[in-house]
């Protein structure tokens, strides 16, 4: 696995979702929660579904184990994660909602562990995670009033980590044959559909009062923040695996403290920064190998000759000067 690739979907994943929420912050103001989740999902898929089917020869469902990805992302990654992620934040502070969230990394190992044969952390890996989870209480500073209030609105957030991680976890179980973009597409059309259900059984209205600021809110966060961010993610979760694709719940927050702070003149303290910086440590200490694969390639391309061996499990890196045929004399 590449870790370039790894890096560059772990980044485009965290900035897209992080931006995307004060877009979604503009938007709730003038559409019922629920049905903006609905319809980030409805913009989302349908792109997504209208570039893959030029794209790919099979773009199709086609057996049992497609089915099954499809609605374990559909449900638990799409619907339940961001109908009570949108309803728990009107009920709650960002920075509350955001260490409520920021118990998906933690409670991605233990579904792992329970439905998965191949996902295991190791000591190293849980201090890469706990470092995350340290990088995003620097940026928030949460306090005892913050975490007290609210407690309805947090509880959801907390399902909704719960969901996403259990989701994150059974799609990579049922070891689809379908790409993984197909896949995404389906199960944001599929999400839609069943948050779409949860918004009429709400009750909510369906007459918004549309606006350029509005329709700029909504594009953004269904194109930008759903269909190239989850998209992102998906892919993160197919080559890095539910464990460490689930780290973006500890970059979201900074990023979307640090857009607040350009878009809507947010306080932003100097933690913020500090706190990034621990998170993008955790992230580099749980892909330790894939860090040390990208150093041995530089050092291969500034004349050295990298020996690359797996075995057992271990991976072990040999590094010694290239052999261009002179003599040593």
């Known amino acids: 696995m590449s870790s370039d690739r790894t890096f560059s979907l772990f980044a485009v994943a965290s900035v897209f979702l992080g931006t995307s929420f004060v877009a979604i912050k503009i938007g709730v103001a003038e559409i019922p929660p629920v049905l903006f989740a609905a319809l980030r999902f409805d913009i989302g898929g349908l792109l997504l579904l209208g570039l893959v089917a030029v794209v790919y020869d099979d773009w199709l469902p086609q057996t049992r184990s497609d089915v099954l990805a499809i609605l374990a992302s559909g449900v638990f990654v799409v619907a339940i994660n961001n109908a009570l992620l949108f309803v728990g934040q009107q009920g709650t502070t960002s920075g509350a909602a955001a260490v409520m969230y920021s118990l998906l990394p933690l409670l991605s190992p233990l579904f792992a562990v329970a439905l998965l044969r191949d996902e295991r952390v190791s000591w190293v890996g849980a201090v890469g995670i706990l470092l995350g989870l340290v990088g995003v209480l620097v940026i928030v500073q949460p306090t005892p009033a913050m975490l007290h209030s609210g407690a309805e609105g947090q509880a959801l957030i907390a ?41 009429l059984a709400l009750g909510e209205s369906t007459a918004i009062a549309w606006t350029p600021k509005l329709l700029a809110a909504v594009a953004y966060v269904g194109v930008l923040g759903t269909g190239v961010a989850y998209a992102a993610y998906f892919l993160l979760i197919e080559r890095a695996g539910p464990i460490r694709a689930n780290l973006t719940a500890y970059a979201v927050p900074a990023v979307a403290t640090l857009t607040g702070w350009l878009v809507l003149d947010e306080t932003v303290t100097e933690t ?28 291969e391309r500034f004349g050295g000759r990298v020996v690359y061996e797996r075995y057992d499990g271990y991976e072990s890196y040999d590094a010694s000067p290239v052999d261009h045929g002179g003599s040593d004399d």
């Open 159 to 199: 399902v909704a980590a719960v969901s996403i991680a259990l989701g994150s976890v059974l799609m990579r179980r049922a070891e689809p044959n379908l790409a993984t973009l197909p896949l995404s597409a389906w199960a944001f059309l599929f999400g839609a559909l069943c948050i779409h259900g949860g918004s």
């Open 272 to 299: 913020t920064g500090l706190g990034f910086v621990i998170i993008l440590f955790g992230f580099a200490v749980l892909q330790r190998e894939q860090v040390v694969a990208a150093f041995a390639r530089v050092d």
